[in-house]
């Protein structure tokens, strides 16, 4: 298979590289199951097949999701009809790597913790399990792991994702306005694509740094335009996935702007709720 061995064809030396449905199928595909499948995996399996005091389904299927991304982001680099800043590029997917591996173990942990009563929509302290622990001293090991979590490995993580998404983004430009448009599948793959980052953007909470990344997007393509410089097939697949994703977004965030127990969760300036917790709250309380 061509794409396993980083061959470059006519069209990508004539500067503008043809869309490539191998990688951005995979790509979609891969984070449906592997990020998106990971709590319904557990949701499945039966309990008794992974024992609390080893990996679960999810933390399995994590593992796999941190070693083919980084692979196929990196098909997707060495495939840009440009050069792209090579020490960028692999700061970014080590890092990326790091990020998503302390994820992986802390919301193993955290993940297994609800088995005891730990309840989600409370922070650590104030979690019935946590408060009574002795020594005290346990409870700060408790918010560190939700620090690692949470913060360091969410940060570790989708920074350099987004950050390898836009340098690639930035190399998605032809001179040949002709060379600007989908194909169909490119079409097709926008659905679950788009949908599949409105997840990441919602249960990652990382809307600030979405926005960031696709006003940096917009800007580019305006830049570029100036230049007589268009979006190639590539190029289009990502913003208009990217565009999907924000009007997704935007309806989401309007359906439950009025939710008084979703509000008391998010109290910030930015209020987008995450669908697991809508998901526990609503759907799962009813059942």
């Known amino acids: ?8 064809n006519a069209d990508e030396a004539a500067g503008t590289a043809p869309f490539h449905l191998d990688l951005w199928f995979y790509f979609t595909l891969q984070n449906w199951v592997l990020d998106f499948g990971r709590p319904i995996a557990m949701l499945v399996f039966p309990l008794e097949w992974f024992p609390l005091n080893k990996p679960s389904v999810g933390d399995y299927f994590h593992m796999a999701y941190n070693v083919i991304t980084p692979f196929l982001l990196l098909k997707l680099i060495e495939r840009s009809p440009r050069t792209l800043p090579r020490s960028i590029t692999y700061v970014s997917i080590i890092t990326f790597i790091m990020g998503a591996s302390i994820h992986l173990v ?3 942990v955290n993940h297994r913790l609800l088995f005891s009563g730990y309840q989600h929509h409370l922070s650590v302290r104030e979690n019935p399990i946590i408060k009574n622990l002795k020594p005290e001293t346990l409870i700060d090991s408790f918010e560190l792991l939700y620090y690692y979590d949470e913060y360091l490995g969410h940060s570790m993580w989708y920074i ?3 950050l390898i998404l836009f340098m690639y983004f930035s190399g998605c430009f032809t001179a040949s306005k002709a060379e600007s448009l989908m194909p169909q599948s490119a079409l097709l793959l926008v659905v679950p694509s788009g949908l599949y980052y409105w997840y990441l953007v919602t249960e990652g909470q990382i809307f600030i740094l979405f926005i960031f990344t696709f006003f940096a997007m917009l800007a580019l393509v305006l830049h570029q335009k100036r230049k007589r410089l268009f979006l190639d097939s590539n190029g289009l697949f990502l913003f208009s996935s990217f565009a999907l994703t924000l009007l997704l977004v935007a309806l989401w965030v309007a359906w439950l702007w009025n939710d008084p127990v ?4 998010y109290p910030g300036v930015i209020y987008v709720p995450e669908p697991w917790a809508f998901y526990t709250l609503h759907v799962s309380s009813h059942h």
Request: hydrophobic share 35%; proline share 11%; charged share 30%.
């Open 1 to 8: 298979e061509p794409w396993l061995h980083g061959s470059v």
């Open 106 to 108: 802390g919301d193993s």
């Open 160 to 162: 350099p994702f987004f």
């Open 262 to 265: 979703l509000r008391k969760k």
